[in-house]
């Protein structure tokens, strides 16, 4: 699994993807909806699997003297680290955030740990349909791609509409970075359980499909 690791980092990693983890800049800009910056690891790994499926990784990865469960381990490691790094990357400009007016986001969720959570929630949401719609036939990488963000983004018109619906997420999430923070650590820890279940899943089922794929 180390090599294996190694050659994802080396080889199948697109430059994109450490270019986007940038984004999490994105927390700065006033009156957005900040859930949208958790596309941008998934359009990275969009560019990870086109680029293996143009350089025939998949195929020259089974070669090699590995399982083919243990090859989509790894890509879902290499994967899961750019999600990972975005919410990683994202705490300072939250504190950054919070220094300068105006407080508040009113398009939806302030930024804050439970925008974090949200964040979390909607990445493993689109890994449980990209990734298992992907290596069901590894050759066609746009279908999946455009199912997995329309969830996505369906995921994120629900996050930036609850503030205005619901009075409990008004009331104690959408709020000042360091206002209600035993709601909001509940909620991050929820959609960190949220993530991890959900990309469980996808991997599992992901490791099912290839291992019954005849790549001959």
């Known amino acids: 699994m180390k090599r294996l690791l190694k050659k994802e980092f080396l080889l199948a990693a697109h430059p994109t993807g450490y270019l986007f983890l940038g984004l999490a800049a994105m927390m700065l800009i006033p009156s957005y909806p900040l859930t949208v910056t958790f596309f941008y690891p998934c359009l990275g790994i969009f560019f990870v699997c086109m680029t293996a499926r143009e350089n025939r990784d998949i195929f020259y990865t089974v070669l090699l003297p590995v399982k083919k469960r243990d090859a989509?381990?790894?890509?879902?490691?290499?994967?899961?680290f750019f999600q990972a790094g975005q919410i990683v990357l994202c705490i300072p400009f939250l504190f950054l955030r919070a220094l300068y007016p105006p407080e508040g986001?009113?398009?939806?969720?302030?930024a804050n740990l439970a925008?974090?959570?949200?964040?979390l929630a909607l990445m493993g949401l689109f890994n449980l349909i990209f990734f298992?719609?992907?290596y069901k036939n590894p050759v066609k990488i746009?279908?999946?791609?455009?199912?997995?963000?329309?969830?996505?983004?369906?995921g994120i018109g629900i996050s930036e509409a609850l503030p205005h619906f619901v009075p409990f997420v008004r009331d104690n999430l959408d709020t000042a970075l360091f206002l209600h923070l035993?709601?909001?650590?509940?909620?991050?820890f929820l959609g960190a359980a949220i993530y991890a279940l959900l990309t469980a899943l996808a991997c599992r089922k992901s490791m099912r499909l290839l291992e019954a794929l005849d790549l001959a």
């Open 115 to 119: 925008l974090l959570g949200f964040g």
């Open 132 to 134: 298992p719609l992907h």
């Open 182 to 188: 035993p709601e909001k650590f509940l909620c991050f």
């Open 142 to 154: 746009g279908v999946p791609f455009l199912l997995g963000s329309a969830a996505l983004f369906f």
């Open 72 to 80: 989509v381990k790894a890509r879902f490691l290499l994967c899961g």
């Open 105 to 110: 986001n009113i398009v939806g969720l302030d």
